[in-house]
């Protein structure tokens, strides 16, 4: 098949959607498929003979920037048009991200309840989040186009925010490469990374991955480690990535778990740590399934991760890891990561987790999105370079203004 896939910008070093499709884009040019990928800007790591390159520029406007995609699209007739997010013209809609208006009212949640009305009425007013709307509103259309949800929850809220129908969505969850996340790698790595961080070798390391701190629970974990510390358990908590991170070393000092923690910043390689730790924490207030989850399976870890993870659906509570109801349950997440202080029941439990992760290969995560193209190409739907609707044709033409 003639495949395009579109996102913002392709470079495997950012991790999370930029490394999934390059990835996935890779396996299925090897599989046979003609593979274009539309995006703005692309790293030098993404050259390939089998995958045609389209570098599509339309200023900061996220408008400018759909309609401009549209128009590329348009005269490259491709049987499948795989969008994750940046545009509207499409015959499989898979944002990694979930519904952006889900994750806005998740965010507001991750807020102290006192700054959550201004927040919401920023929301309602600000010109980016005019521009969210206006492109889910062409986004989120039944044109016979299908809805990949990386969760059940994330189907229940295309559903629930944007009146999708359920026919029309296909549940399919991440995959990982459990070659190169493994339990293998810990003899590799473990104990350079343990040393690096001056740990003790009872020391149980907790590893947390987060580019946004508040919506993925560096504030609870750091006040589940102070719990921690009050009971003496040997704990030392690692955190990677992190834009806007300048409050939360002040929030461990404030909190009196500074020498227990440690702020890595952003790492382009997290199977040395993943190989070091001896579980991952995650407890977010909202992903869709995440990434870090899948890939801490497969290295043979426990995952103490919230209900409110994507991924918490693969996961048995008490069989591969703990899931908890709240995040903000700094006391629970604390509960269940003391239990892990026994190595037998971390062994015992990061044995199923492999098991599980094997189950959710990234071989397999291939195969079922595959499968959506074949059910794309089987209905006889015009290639997705030609069909669009009315309102899309005119969009690609006049470029709707940005309201400052």
């Known amino acids: 098949m003639r495949v395009a896939i579109v996102l913002e910008h392709l470079d495997p070093r950012r991790g999370g959607l930029e490394h999934w499709t390059w990835q996935f884009t890779r396996a299925m040019a090897d599989r046979g498929h003609e593979m274009h990928v539309l995006a703005r800007s692309f790293s030098p790591r993404t050259d390939h003979p089998r995958i045609r390159l389209h570098a599509v520029s339309a200023g900061r406007s996220r408008m400018h920037y759909a309609a401009a995609l549209q128009r590329r699209l348009l005269g490259l007739n491709c049987q499948v048009v795989h969008e994750t997010g940046a545009g509207w013209h499409c015959d499989v809609f898979q944002p990694h991200f979930g519904s952006r208006q889900a994750l806005l009212e998740r965010r507001l949640r991750a807020l102290p309840a006192i700054l959550q ?78 040393r690096a961080l001056g740990l003790a070798d009872d020391a149980l390391l907790l590893l947390l991955v987060a580019h946004n701190f508040r919506l993925k629970g560096v504030g609870p974990a750091l006040r589940a480690l102070k719990l921690l510390r009050r009971r003496s358990a040997p704990v030392h908590l690692a955190i990677l990535g992190g834009r806007r ?160």
């Open 117 to 194: 009305p201004a927040r919401r009425l920023a929301i309602g007013l600000l010109p980016r989040y005019r521009q969210f709307r206006r492109l889910a509103a062409r986004q989120y259309v039944n044109d016979g186009r299908l809805f990949v949800a990386l969760s059940r929850r994330v189907a229940d809220d295309f559903v629930r925010f944007h009146g999708v129908p359920r026919d029309g969505i296909r549940i399919v969850p991440n995959g990982v490469d459990c070659a190169r996340f493994s339990p293998a790698r810990r003899g590799e790595f473990g104990a350079s990374v343990r």
């Open 245 to 404: 991170r300048q409050g939360y070393p002040l929030l461990a000092r404030a909190l009196g778990v500074q020498e227990n923690v440690s702020f890595l910043g952003a790492r382009s390689d997290i199977v040395p740590y993943l190989a070091a730790a001896d579980l991952l924490v995650h407890p977010t207030f909202y992903d869709s399934c995440s990434l870090v989850v899948l890939e801490a399976l497969a290295s043979g870890l426990p995952v103490v991760v919230s209900r409110a993870a994507g991924a918490n659906e693969l996961m048995t509570d008490g069989r591969e890891g703990y899931v908890i109801s709240d995040p903000r349950q700094a006391a629970t997440l604390a509960d269940r990561i003391e239990r892990l202080l026994d190595p037998r029941e971390r062994s015992r439990m990061g044995a199923a987790a492999r098991e599980l992760a094997l189950r959710h290969s990234f071989e397999r995560n291939c195969d079922r999105l595959e499968a959506v193209y074949r059910e794309i190409a089987g209905r006889g739907r015009m290639p997705g370079a030609a069909r669009t609707n009315p309102a899309d044709r005119l969009a690609a033409l006049v470029i709707p203004p940005v309201r400052r």
